[in-house]
């Protein structure tokens, strides 16, 4: 009877426990079709850029459960030149910090020279989630240098209101286009 008891308070104290212990949800991958705007700030050829706004498409592929990222970029503008310019999209590939959900990029081209220097576009992107707001969004930035053509030129964007139009995987591959 003792048992009886004992086995029957512990099941009366989980049921009433239950609603207490918040469901686990897994949060969203970052495979998918994500859309919003962005807002650019930078010196190009001597001039200063500051666009608000930019509308942003970027489609996103993961390979290989999920670490190798494949990205297609597209930054509706005129205003950075041709390695941040678009359409067309502009190809990146990374890698996931192992979770799915946030990753390291450059485009493709993108080459690193001495003393932590680069020419091409790198960043990154994260998906997260809020308590009430029913989808995800997408946070991330771009940094783009140009050491060879033009070493005063520098463009960094900061995502702003992105969010998944598709969670369908895009089939990005990991070519680089020409």
Known sequence: MKNFII???????ILLMGPLVREATADPPLTGTWSGT????????????DPEDVPITIAISTVANPVNLN????????????????PPAQ???????????????????????????????IGDVKVLTKKNVPSPFLTGKLLALDDVLDPDDAVACVFDHVVRTSATDPLVDDSCPP
């Open 7 to 13: 086995v029957s308070s512990a099941l009366v104290g």
């Open 71 to 86: 990205l297609d970029v597209t930054l509706t503008t005129g205003d950075f030149g041709p390695l941040l310019n678009g």
């Open 38 to 49: 962005a807002t650019c700030t930078g010196v190009v050829a001597d001039s200063l850029k």
């Open 91 to 121: 190809r990146y590939h990374g890698k996931s910090n192992g979770n799915g959900k946030a990753g390291k990029i450059s485009q493709c081209g993108t080459t690193f020279g001495p003393k932590r220097s680069f020419t091409g576009v």
